[in-house]
């Protein structure tokens, strides 16, 4: 028996922000996947927000990184001190850390190897967990976003992270059929950046151009988007400079990787089978992930699929929450 406590965590370790779930507590911990260290000492400078606000600010002597990278460990000695100082953050206040550490359920994406699932167990272990029990993200989405998981019928979710879009299809507490592609929030930010350099020698940041996705892009129409103006390097002059972009231009610098995701979708759809695409097409597909909130996603995926296409209540939650409503089902899942 596993004796699942209060203080026990389900743990969103995403590519771009770390969410943290207590039973009877909820989301206690949203910061993003950021660590700062000195260069030479390796050692943690910040972590979270106060490590973002460093990203492309920081003197020589300090880097801000992302441990995470396309929703697996890219620097696994990082990733757990990163894991380590959430936990410590979401059990303070509960004396009983050191005499009791938590089962910590973290969600992995459903494309992972053996070796990126392992890695994802030993550096929760090595944060302070009392065991780590991964469970694939788009299964812990679907649970976070109340769909029936457990019941004889289809459900779809498709969650937009900052490394990762899984695409799956579940019933009976289990994946049917799943995508998982390397292309997402990140990916967008990264065709923005590519976009301004190219048609005005201009350079911006990952920051500015993840600004720029949130406040004009769009998948889609980009009627009633107002311009914004923005700031960068000019690469000719070296100096600072301000343009003005089209939300039209956003939205073309987006195609591509709206319609990467639009593919993963149509593919995963139809390697369904037949019973559950009739149980979709009554509920929907539903979004979740931060990617969701892009503009007009939901109504391009929609028209591309001819299905109902729904965006899930705090789509930047449903992981977090699902991971952790899981461990109420800790027995269902290999800590291996
Ligand atoms: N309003 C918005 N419009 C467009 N994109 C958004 C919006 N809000 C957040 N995002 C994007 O959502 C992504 C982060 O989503 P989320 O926190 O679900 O990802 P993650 O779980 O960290 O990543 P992954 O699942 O890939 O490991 C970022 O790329 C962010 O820019």
Not at 5 to 13: F, Q, V
Not at 136 to 153: K, S
């Amino acid at each position: 028996m596993f004796g699942i406590g209060s203080r026990d965590l389900g743990i969103d370790l995403g590519t771009a922000n770390t969410l943290v779930y207590a039973k009877g507590k909820g989301v206690i911990v949203r910061e993003p996947s950021v660590v700062a260290l000195q260069t030479d000492t390796k050692q943690i400078v910040a972590v979270g927000n106060d490590a973002r606000n460093m990203i492309g600010r920081t003197p020589g002597n300090i880097i801000a990184t992302r441990p995470m990278k396309d929703g697996v460990i890219a620097d696994y000695e990082t990733t757990a001190t990163m894991i380590k100082y959430y936990i410590k953050q979401a059990t303070k206040g509960t004396s009983s850390f050191l005499s009791s550490k938590p089962y910590v359920m973290v969600c992995v994406p459903s494309g992972i190897t053996a070796v990126e699932r392992r890695a994802v167990i030993d550096a929760t272990r090595q944060a302070g967990a009392r065991d780590a029990y991964p469970i694939e993200e788009p299964f812990a989405a679907a649970i976070g976003a109340n769909l029936p998981v457990w019941e004889p019928t289809g459900s779809m979710v498709v969650d937009i992270g900052g490394g990762t879009t899984e695409v799956a299809i579940i019933s009976l507490g289990g994946i049917v059929t799943s995508e998982s592609l390397r292309i997402a929030g990140d990916e967008m930010d990264d065709a923005i950046v590519a976009y301004i350099r190219k048609q005005y020698n201009l350079l911006i940041g990952d920051r500015t151009s993840e600004m720029i996705k949130m406040e004009i892009g769009s998948a889609g129409d980009t009627d009633d988007i107002p311009n914004l103006e923005i700031r960068g390097r000019d690469l000719l002059t070296g100096l600072p400079k301000t343009i003005e972009i089209t939300a039209k231009e956003i939205a073309d610098a987006l195609k591509d990787t709206v319609y990467a995701i639009v593919d993963t979708v149509k593919s995963t759809l139809e390697k369904t089978p037949p019973e559950l695409a009739a149980d979709i097409m009554d509920r929907g597909i539903v979004l979740t992930g931060g990617g969701a909130l892009l503009r007009n996603l939901d109504k391009v995926i929609s028209k591309e699929t001819n299905m109902p296409v729904i965006i899930a209540e705090n789509p930047l939650d449903c992981v977090a929450i699902g991971t952790g409503l899981a461990l109420d089902h800790i027995h269902l899942f290999k800590n291996k």
